[in-house]
Every structure is written in structure tokens, then in C-alpha cells.
């Protein structure tokens, strides 16, 4: 006997469709009771006569399973058979489903080889996810699989435990690469989800005196975050450390988290760290001052460092926009804004000098538009900035390279500042007044006096400070880079080389060193976004750019009216002259504004981005995992069962056919195909063998077969 | 000068470029879509590799039963009966490991062709299988690695049928164990006593399960089949859970 089991849906639904297209018995109509009793005639066995109708399949007759028989007397002798049982008929959804699911693809199971007794099959009385774990055990080894963890609560009778289906799936149980030890990338994916899906849910985790928090607080590790933005395959999900069956609480010696065991466990993926590198917490509550006092520490002093710098310049940047705004509208009002003319120019920055801000301008944005969306994982923008950087792998290959960038140009700094220090030949003569004298960038006192100015004039209790050649948020801003370089540059490598910082530090410093380089990182966006921009650029009597870190001059007006004590100091020293320079041209002067506008707009957005992220996620509070959990939990109910029309197959809408229209050719009711008529037969296509008439039907001359004669309409 | 610096680029090229000119052409994989267009042509002649029990119960609709371990010695007639010019291969859905047999059909035929992912990734893409003597599918529970470790140090322990090559099972196997390859299952089953607890133990544990259901079918009762195969069986010894000695993998004498 050779079938044809066919595998492509396409077939399938003509099978089915022919199964319930070709009348059961036609002539005379039959009710369903008096078609199973013709059944039940020949088929008497306990299991038919008495279990089936005590089955959850009772209302459906003998034949809307068993189709194809349209003359009992030919079936009782044997010459008409079966056609082959086809549940999807009804449960179609399901049928579809399996068709990638593990058992079909690898064991080639069909319906009937887990669903046993398919004529006594009754709804369990151990509820729906007893008899999961009841029936995957027959094959899947109890002792391997239930006898800890989720399958042995199941067992006592613990309704929110996970039976196997609800990690697995029940008939789409996915098909992963085979993978010893470590999970494959695709599996990761898909288990992990199904653990987020109820450790998320807090209502379900409230019950069973667990925290909804761990889920939350994973998500706050990188392993977390990169999961979160779309990564999951990349980076250790929860069954990479917890194991998959058999999980233990981590007091257990045998379980994979217990102290004893991480090494083993840490070490499927990382290799070469010091033993206490399993320090590291892989879901911290950093808010729980008991249990992690120094990561709340930390937390609290990175909140504060931002909130202290931010509360300041954010004030200061209001208060000057205000004051400086009236200014202007005065000066207008009084005729005294000069027009730009042709002026004397005179040199700020060097080529250099600009050259490196270019350079920093660059790894600054690719660090914060690589970096900034792994903390603002939740949210479709930062999923798409990652997409457009080739995802996160290729992200963190940019993020690092710009970091190098960024170091060199730090340590570049730090040799040109010595250098201003101890200039060659004058060794260590006249350091001090050097580190302190007006082109230092060192703060001195005179920068005190000068906050104090600014703040009097900003409530028009003064004049405006008369500045030297840095004024004081200016060396904020170059001393900002030396504190953020140790913190994002330090916790930056720690993060890099977490193995390697395992033999300097032990491992709870990394997770410390998250929290540093995920804040420092958001001070630097939002101080550099907002308060860079708007002391140098937005500020109304320089809105909307001040160009001259491009084009590296300033008119000598611009001078004399924002550098009073420099343009005095440089006219006492004689110095002016030599500081002059020729106009720009215009294209260069119009590449500068182009380049500047561009990095102006491009950081406003990201700050628009990174705030309105903030915003709405204290909005909506609750994070973590979905609230959805694959059986609804509270009691061992099974899933919404569909109600299935009993006794009648749905007939699906059929497909156009080859014989639609037809009514008079034959169907082979053990392969379904039909044969075309021919003169008063028909003909089998495949073989040219005429049948001729008999009966109801057709004849094999050569067999004997019988074939009924096709008629959808089912009138004969 | 530009020559001379060039001389050692070219060198180090022309390593780093030797192994993959000198490993001869791999076998080309094709993929199930693939595979479908190409049975549309004639003398395209699609194998599987796996034993005779496994392809009688499905295989790829109209293709030769050939265990790759046979391959060398029975293919060349059968190919050649079937006037083949184009040959697709096909394991369970990991690469088999034929190679050897697969090269040296290379020689006489203009395409040689493995299918990505083997049965499943055929069945996956939704096409047809056949099936000629479906074993029927038993409840057989399996066992890990764990428990039979146990039980290989207990007394009256259980008979462990690998259902490996012969090659494989000589490069090492769990003490005690008897090799009874899977294409030759169908033969030798009788070998297998009738009173003993048999474990059925093969790669990966994808194909010992239709086995442990084919010995159930000729009537052995107690038969479990080992979770993992002897990938997870090597890889338990690996973890160190176990002392070596304890539980070697010996190969055989």
C-alpha cells in the first residue's frame, strides 16, 4: 500500500474538501443515529458501542470522521475502504499549526499517536494542565523533566505552574537548531518570552509569593536591555542560567544558580574570569537599599549628580534666556542692533582646536545614538535607531570604536593642557600663575564672582560681568569631560572587558558600572543636547548658531562686547594684530552653518526623544513582562475550548477545481482523485485505463475496483 | 619597490586562499523549494540516507532507500538503473555525516546535491511525504543521561543497543554497549534478547525513539531510548558531573 501523506496545506483543504463533498450514503438519507448503528452492526467492540458515546466526540456520527463509504454492502465485503481520518476537518486551526510543529517535522507523529484513545477520549478530570504533563511524560522521561520545578507543582496541583505546553506550545512546539549546554539563538528567543509572560505578570506572581520585580530588574541589565530591543538571540535569557526543567531554587546545591555551580554556569558563555566575577547580580533591585546597598547607593548619588548639575544650569539657562530675550527686544526697539557689516576678524580656535571638535561632534553622536537606545529599550525609536546601525551587534562595534575615538581625543587633551602648563623650555617656572591666569581653563575665584554677576543681571540688579577669555560654563564644560571621562570611559571598559575587570574587581562592581555609564551617559546627552546648545548657540543674541568653533574666528565687535577683559588684555599686550585673520569664504561659511544647524537639530531631536521617554514612562508606571499568560491562571481550567459543530463537517469553500462544473465522471475514494468521463465511463488520467459503467459507478476491469460516480450536487 | 612590498601580500593571500582550493568542491546544498523544482525534471533521483525502517515510514515521496552506510557499495547500480544524472541526498535534519560516499559519487555525475535540513526542513516547507510501512508510534518513555548512569553501576543493568555506524560506535560508546546499526536493524533485531530492559542510544537522540518504537512493534516490552543521544550523553561526562572512570566512553578493542 503506498500513500500519499501529503504536507502542503493546499492539498490537505482539497482532500478535506473532497471527504465532505462526497456524500456519506446518500440514498436513501440517513439520520446519524441510524448510520451508527449500521456501523455498529459490524463494529461492536465495547470501545465503539459504549465508550464512544460516552466520549467528547459523541454527538459527532461514525462517519463525519470515517468518510468515503457510499454503499455498506460494498464496504462489508470489502470492496469500498476508508478514507483516511482527517480531524483537521474540524479542529483546522490546530491541523495548520502542526504542520511546524517538532513532532510532526522530526517524528513525523500524527494526531492519533499522542491522542491514544481518541474513542474514549473524555475531558480530564486532573484538569488541563495535569494531563499535559501526564501525556508529554509518557515519552519525555518524568525523571528528566517533572521532577523539580514547574512540572512537579503542576503534579501537586499548583494551578499557576507552567505545565510543559505552556513554555512549548501545545501544537506548534517550535522545530530549533540541536544544541548542547547553551541554547540556540532562536530558542532563546522563544523560552524567554514564555518565562517573561507570567514571572511579568504581578498579579500571578503576588499569588505564589514571588516578585513580578525580577523581570523588571533583568531588563535593567544589559542582557535585559539588549533582549528588549530586539536581540533576545545575542544574550543569556532566563533558561540560560535557571536551566530549562528541573529549576531549583538557588539555596539547592543542584541547582545551576547556586553559588557552587555559577562558574559552571556563567562559564557557557564567558570565559577567562576570576571566580568572583559570578559576583554579578544578573537581576539587582538597585531601589532595595537592604539587599544592594552599594548599587543604591550608587544610584542615589548618579540621581543626584544629575538632578544638582541640571537644577542649575537649567535655571541659569532659563533665567539668561529671559534676560538676554528683553535685551534684545530693547536694543531693536532703540534702533541700537547693528547690522552685520564687514568687520575685523580674529582668530578663537585654531584649525586644530576645530578639527577635534569636528571629530568630537562625530564620536559623540554615534556613542550617544548607539548607546542611548539600549537604555530607552522599550521604545519603538530606539529599536529603529539600532535597525539603522545594522542592529545591536554592529551598534556595539560603532558604540566602542567611537569610544576609542573619543578616549584619543581625551588623552590628546590631557597632553596639550600639560603642554600649556609646562610649555618647553620654561620647565616648571611659573606653573601656577599660568594654571590660573586668564587663558587657563582652570576655574579660579573671579569665575565665582562672575556667577554671582550673571545672576544679578539676570534680575537686572547689574551689569552683565565682564568675561576673560573662558567664562565660567565654559570651563564647566571642559571639566565636565575630565568627570565623564573617568565615569563613561571607566565603566564603559568595565562593561567591555567584564572578564578581564574580574581579576581587579568583583563582579557586583559591573552591575554597579552599569548604572554609572547608563546615567553618566543621560547627563552627558541632556547637559550637552540642552545646556551646550543653548549657552553657546540658542542663546537670543546668538540663536540660532554661533559658528565660530567652525570657522574658528569672531569679529572683533563680537570681541570687545563678549570678551571685554581678553580684547583689553590683548590690545595691552600688543597681541590683537597678530590675531587677525581674513574673512571666510562663503562657501566655507556656509558649510559651517550647514554642519552646525545639522548637529543642533540632530541633538534637539534626540533630547526631544530621550525626554518624552522619560515622561511617559513615569506616566505608565508598570513595566516588565505582558499580563498574558498562556492559561488563564487562578485554576487548572483548560484553554477556551472552540464549540465544534457536531456530526456535519464544515465544508470549506472549495477551490476552483479541473472538474468543477462536472457531475457525471468517478472519484477514487481511497486517493481522491478524479477520473474524467468518458463515452459512458470514464477514464483514469494517470494510467488512460478505461471503467466502464456499473451500477452506481465505474469498474476496474483489470482489479475489480469499484469507483462511485462523482456528483456534487449529491442528486443521482 | 611597490613589487616588493606587494611579494609578501600576495604570500600571505595565497595561504590563507590554499585550504579552500585544496579541500576539492563541497557538495552543493540545496534548499527544499529547490529540491521541488528539481524533481519536475527527469533523471533527478532524490536518496535517503537514513536505515531502510526509517524510509519506509516517510521519506521524500519517490525517492531510493540507500542507508548512507551501504551508499558506497549498493548506489552506483541502483543510480545507474535509474539512468540518474542529478542527485539529491538527504539525512533526518542534521548533516549526515556521509562525505565520504558522497565524494566519490562525485566523479561520474554532473550534480551532486545535499537538501538543507534534511527531512524536516523539507516537510516544513510544507511539501509531500510517503510513507510505504509506517512503524506504528509507541509510548516509550525515554531516559537521561543521569539515570543511566545509575543504572549501568547496578547489578542486572540494562542492555544498551547504539544504533550508530559501526565507525562511530568504534571511535567510543557507553561500556557494555552493543552496536546494532539502524540500517541493519531490520535484520538483526532478533539478536536482541527478549528478556533484558533495552536502551536504544544514537547521535543526538532524534532517531532512537522510531527505533525504540520499531523494536516495540517486534514485541520487546521494555524499551527506553536515551534523551540527547551520545551528544548529551559526552557532553554530561564533559561537565564534569561525573568521574570519568566512572563511566568512560571506551572504544572498542
Known sequence: MNNTISGSSLIVVLWLWLAGAIPVYAAPAMTTDELNRRCLSCHDDFNYRVRFFESLHRNNGCVSCHSGIRDFARHASGEERLAAVACGNCHGEIAGDYLKDVHYLRQDFRCNDCHRDIHGLRRPETGFKVSVVNLCTKCHSSEEYVRFGHGKYVLEGKADSAACSDCHGLHNIPLFPPAVGKSSPEARVWYTDKCIRCHGNEAMMKRNGLSAATVRDYEETYHGKVRKIGYAGQVAGCADCHTSHNILPAADPRSAVNPENLIATCGKCHHGFQPRFVEFNAHPDYRNRERYPVLFWTYVFMAALLASVFCFFWIHLVLWWRKAYWEKCRRLREGKEAPECEEEQIERFSLKERVMHIVLIFSFFTLVMTGIPLKYHNSDWSKILIQLFGGVPRAGVFHRAAALVLTALFLYTCWLSLRFLFPAGRRMRGWISRLFGPDSLFPNLKDLRDIKGMFLWFFDRGEMPRFDRWTYWEKFDFFAVFWGMAAIGGSGLILWFPEFFSYIFPGWVINAATIVHSEEALLAALFIFTVHFFNNHLVPNKFPLEPNIFTGRNGLRQLQAERPLEYERLMAENRLESLKRPRLGVATRLLSSLFGLASLLLGLFLVFLILWTILSDTANTPRGGGKDPLTPPGSLVEPPQPQYKPVEPPVPAPPALPWAGHNRGAVNPRTGEYYPPSGKGVINPRTGEYYPPSGQGFINPRTGAYYPRFDPGGAQ | ?253
Open chain 2, 1 to 253: 619597490m611597490r613589487i616588493k612590498t606587494a611579494t609578501p601580500v600576495f604570500l600571505i593571500l595565497a595561504v590563507l586562499l590554499a585550504p579552500a582550493q585544496g579541500a576539492g568542491p563541497d557538495v552543493t546544498v540545496v534548499g527544499p523549494a529547490a529540491l521541488h523544482k528539481m524533481m519536475q525534471q527527469k533523471n533527478t533521483v532524490v536518496v535517503d540516507l537514513m536505515s531502510r525502517i526509517e524510509c519506509m515510514d516517510h521519506r521524500i515521496a519517490g525517492s531510493l532507500c540507500i542507508a548512507c552506510e551501504e551508499f558506497a557499495e549498493k548506489a552506483p547500480r541502483r543510480l545507474r538503473e535509474k539512468k540518474a544524472r542529478v542527485v539529491v541526498l538527504y539525512c533526518d535534519g542534521e548533516s549526515c555525516d556521509c562525505k565520504a560516499a558522497v565524494e566519490s559519487l562525485q566523479k561520474g555525475y554532473p550534480g551532486v546535491y545535499m537538501l538543507k535540513g534534511g527531512l524536516s526542513s523539507w516537510k516544513q516547507a510544507g511539501y509531500a511525504t510517503e510513507s510505504e510501512v509506517r512503524v506504528p508510534r509507541a509510548a516509550i518513555e525515554s531516559i537521561d543521561p543521569d539515570s543511566l548512569g545509575k543504572l549501568l553501576g547496578e547489578k542486572s543493568g540494562p542492555l544498551i543497543v547504539d544504533i550508530r555506524s559501526e565507525a562511530s560506535f568504534k571511535e567510543g560508546h557507553i561500556p557494555g554497549a552493543a552496536n546494532i546499526p539502524f540500517y541493519r536493524l531490520q535484520e538483526r533485531y532478533q539478536e536482541i534478547p527478549l528478556d533484558r530492559r533495552i536502551i536504544v542510544v544514537d547521535e543526538r537522540g532524534s532517531r532512537s525513539y522510531l527505533a525504540a518504537s520499531y523494536l516495540a512493534e517486534k514485541g520487546f516490552e521494555d524499551v527506553n531510548w536515551l534523551t540527547g543521544g551520545m551528544e548529551k550523553w559526552n557532553a554530561r561526562l564533559c561537565a564534569g558531573k561525573v568521574k570519568v572512570s566512572d563511566h568512560r566512553v571506551s572504544g572498542s578493542e
